[in-house]
């Protein structure tokens, strides 16, 4: 899931110019936490709404190699990390124009009998526009809301999502035994993704994700 995405926003240069010639790990840490930590502080600041609508459209027509260069190698439980999967997850709901997720996420809301669909905030069966409107806020959530909440939400839609995934794969076994394959590998990596943002949800709410 890391490798289909293109460049979603700019930083300014003198980060990219640190980054490039970083040879040391910690410093590249460093960077990819200065920058996760500067576009929450940015996202919460009063009046940072077109910012926060900006920031989207962009990765929309420039995809995100760049944040994944930053981020895709901090820890699961860091704040790029967080974010990190927030931007996989909003990327995989919007491929295919959000239809191989609707699917999924209404197989997977009737296979599971927990409040996750509640805790997502999704409407009873969701299509691909509401599953893609769902993405939308979420991320906006965790850039201008409450983050806790929104990595809270993202780790129920993963969970609901590797659900439904898994249902798809039992669907296709008899006729297509690749398929079934790939959707079992897609519903493991979902559902760590969204043990890993439960995690992170957990330690935002007691000040230590970081």
Do not use: N
């Amino acid at each position: 899931m890391t490798r289909e995405y293109h460049e979603p926003t700019r930083f300014a240069p003198h980060r990219f110019e640190a980054y490039a010639g970083a040879e040391d790990p910690a410093r590249v840490r460093a960077i990819a936490h200065e920058t996760a930590q500067a576009l929450i502080d940015h996202g919460h600041r009063e009046g940072s709404g077109p910012t926060v609508e900006r920031m989207l459209t962009v990765i929309d027509e420039q995809g995100i190699d760049t944040i994944a260069e930053l981020w895709a190698h901090s820890a699961a439980d860091s704040l790029p990390g967080a974010l990190w999967r927030l931007y996989l997850l909003r990327a995989f709901i919007r491929e295919g124009g959000g239809e191989v997720a609707a699917q999924a996420f209404r197989r997977g809301v009737a296979a599971l009998s927990t409040a996750d669909q509640a805790i997502a905030g999704a409407p009873e069966g969701a299509g691909p526009a509401e599953v893609l409107a769902l993405a939308d806020a979420i991320l906006r959530g965790a850039f201008s809301g409450d983050l806790g909440d929104a990595l809270d939400r993202a780790g129920a839609c993963c969970r609901i999502l590797a659900a439904g995934s898994l249902e798809d794969a039992d669907a296709s076994d008899a006729a297509d035994a690749v398929r079934a394959s790939q959707l079992t590998t897609r519903a493991a990596r979902l559902a760590s993704i969204g043990e890993e943002l439960a995690g992170c949800a957990r330690r935002e709410r007691f000040g230590t994700l970081d």
